[in-house]
């Protein structure tokens, strides 16, 4: 059986054609792309390493089939930065050691963006960690994952308050 | 993985026949479907993707003040709908105790009522499991039983529904609406999951190929909302399913209790309203003393199936205290850690 998916990765049109439907959104990303930024943890949906943007929303591509995404907008980690300028969620893990070893970071700074777009945790801490919840660090760089994203907050307001001038 | 046939049906029509060979199964997030197909717990030979089929995703406000919540409404999205949230504060409350934030953004109504038991045996396709297999025999009997039931359960089968989302709908007298081959019905949602007996293996009344269109709550549901909460335990703060959990409604007039709603999530095989200790409520004052009594009646029928009988007095003081947090008020804002008993003191950070 073969699909063929149309999909925008990164703001570029992609059209990709699958001998087989089992292929997930993160297979897709990794293997038939090259775009390994995003991460395979756990596969099953525990860990939250696999998390990228879809239309918009942060979702897990590890239990999503690429073929249900067909016309889909896809952000990724490698997406994220502009015109070689950091994001600043990405700048903000950095000010902050929002990871050690960084294997769940493209993850959890895609979650982050996610969360910041949510817009329901504000800058709460606890709501933050909450939010967050879905992305397990195992270097327990949690601390630093959380003063990145009210950081990243901030340094958003500002770029907006900046662009908005 | 299995190998699959996918097909993405336009119509209902379309997707009830594809849906009706043997064999097939409806995709809509995936969450717990590709999870269970990874493992080889289930190898459907077609997938029929409804994600994105038409008319299954809005949330309607009826005449009557009640609500239909389309089939692939995503559990986020209905969460955080601030006219959902304020009329069914519980409801929202479970939702958001539920699963993590990604999946949240793709689990759907439908699939969340229609998720698999999280028994660790069902998911060891090496050992012996009745849900998988019938009549293989039970290898949770006698193994790990930390999430098994207490009310409920059979000799075949002592396995939990895991939803959060359920047990504070039940609680609610949520309907759930179902097309077929045959037209469409509706059922309680009470009576859509079915006790295990001798066939665990058959968990709700959808004969194949039948499709979840929506779920209906009544506007009476609505009239405890100044006093709705959800509670779950869980063995980490976020991001894990209930060992016990309970969702509490109550409406109070005059001081005393007019009506109350108790449902129990994580002690039986399907969401579990607890009607007994509703009427044991109506008439006193919120108060303690009732609160105990009713969590007594709540749990009256349970026994172990293993070695859970931690799970009793625990569900019994998840009720009690669940009661008390309604009787207390709905918070004027969802908590930051929805249904948490460790809800943080102002000021004081949970780490
Ligand atoms: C790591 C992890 C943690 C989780 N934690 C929690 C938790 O704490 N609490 C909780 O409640 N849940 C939890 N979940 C479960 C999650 O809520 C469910 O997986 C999700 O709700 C299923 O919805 P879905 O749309 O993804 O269903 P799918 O996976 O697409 O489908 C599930 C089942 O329902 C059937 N189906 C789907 N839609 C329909 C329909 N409209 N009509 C008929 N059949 C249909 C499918 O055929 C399939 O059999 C967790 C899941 C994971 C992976
Ligand atoms: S409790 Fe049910 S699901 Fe678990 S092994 Fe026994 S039969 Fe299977
Ligand atoms: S790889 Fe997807 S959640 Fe772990
Ligand atoms: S930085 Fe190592 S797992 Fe998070």
Known sequence: ?165 | MNRFDYVRPATFAEAIAAASEPGAAYLAGGTNLLDLMKGGIVRPGRLVDVSRLPGLGAIEWLADGGVRIGALVRNSDLAHDSEFARRFPAVAEALLSGASAQLRNMATVGGNLLQRTRCAHFYDVAGACNKRAPGAGCEARGGEARNAAVLGWSEHCIATHPSDFCVALVALDAVVEIAGQGGEYQVPLEDFHRLPGETPGQESVLEPGELIIAVRLPAQAASFSRHARYLKIRDRTSFAFAVASAAAALRIEQGAIAAARIALGGVAPKPWRARLAERALIGVGPDRTHFDRAAEAALADARPSGDNAFKIELARRIVARALALAAAGTPARLPALPGSPFSPVAGVLHV
């Open chain 1, 1 to 165: 059986m073969s699909l063929s998916v149309l999909l925008s990765v990164n703001g570029v049109a992609r059209e990709v054609a699958l001998d087989d439907p089992r292929v997930t959104l993160l297979d897709l990303l990794r293997e038939r792309l090259g775009l390994t930024g995003t991460k395979k943890g756990c596969d099953r949906g525990q860990c939250g390493a696999c998390t990228v943007l879809v239309d918009g929303r942060r979702i897990n591509s590890c239990l999503t089939l690429a073929a249900s995404c067909d016309g889909a907008r896809v952000l990724t980690i490698e997406g994220l930065a502009e015109e070689g300028a950091l994001h600043p969620v990405q700048e903000a893990f950095i000010a902050h050691d929002g990871f050690q070893c960084g294997f769940c970071t493209p993850g959890q700074i895609m979650s982050a963006v996610g969360l910041i777009l949510e817009g329901h945790a504000g800058d709460d801490p606890e709501r933050i960690r909450e939010g967050m919840s879905g992305n397990i660090c195992r270097c327990g760089a949690y601390a630093g994952i959380t003063a990145a994203i009210l950081d990243a907050e901030r340094r958003l307001a500002e770029r907006n308050r900046a662009e908005a001038a």
